[in-house]
């Protein structure tokens, strides 16, 4: 990511293997907030970054239990949630959702998730720079756009962002 990525003003994260545990919290009824990924956005939320949850769902998924059992639920500006949105990645209207909810210009709008088509890939056609959460690397086969990242767990984002 260029020198410019210091211009980053908001965060869009997905959830599930993003910001999430791999495991079903069964009082939850869906993964918890994995505590290292809580204490990264607090850091980001602290340096005055806009967070966003923009997330695809299923009808059972609320995202904001786990969020409040994790302390961190005040932290998100707007949760866009697939399911009550009627609206998924990689529709593009899902991404102008985000970016108007961002409020920021597209260039200054990160988007992290572990998925690569609808968490690099189309968030870079919109403009926006892009994190791919993977602990494993790339898999055979992707290759990042110019504008991506490719980091090994959320928790590297404040210091990368710091860095840059």
Request: aromatic share 6%; net charge negative; proline share 8%.
């Amino acid at each position: 990511m260029p020198k410019a990525a210091s211009t980053i003003r908001a965060v869009a994260l997905d959830y599930g293997g993003t910001i999430s545990l791999d495991r079903i919290d069964h009082q939850l009824r869906e993964k918890p907030v994995d505590p290292a990924a809580a204490t990264a956005l607090r850091a980001l939320y602290e340096r005055g970054i806009t967070l966003l949850l923009a997330s695809n769902t299923l009808p059972c998924e609320m995202r904001w239990p786990a969020l409040q059992q994790a302390g961190i639920d005040g932290l998100f500006r707007v949760a866009l949630l697939s399911y009550p949105l009627g609206v998924r990645k990689p529709d593009p209207l899902f991404y102008d959702l985000v970016l108007a909810s961002a409020g920021y210009p597209a260039h200054q709008v990160l988007f992290v998730g572990d998925n690569f088509e609808r968490d690099v890939a189309a968030p870079i056609v919109h403009g926006m720079r892009a994190a791919l959460v993977r602990s494993h690397g790339l898999r055979p086969g992707e290759a990042l756009p110019d504008g991506a990242l490719l980091i090994s767990h959320v928790s590297d984002l404040p210091d990368l962002l710091e860095d840059m």
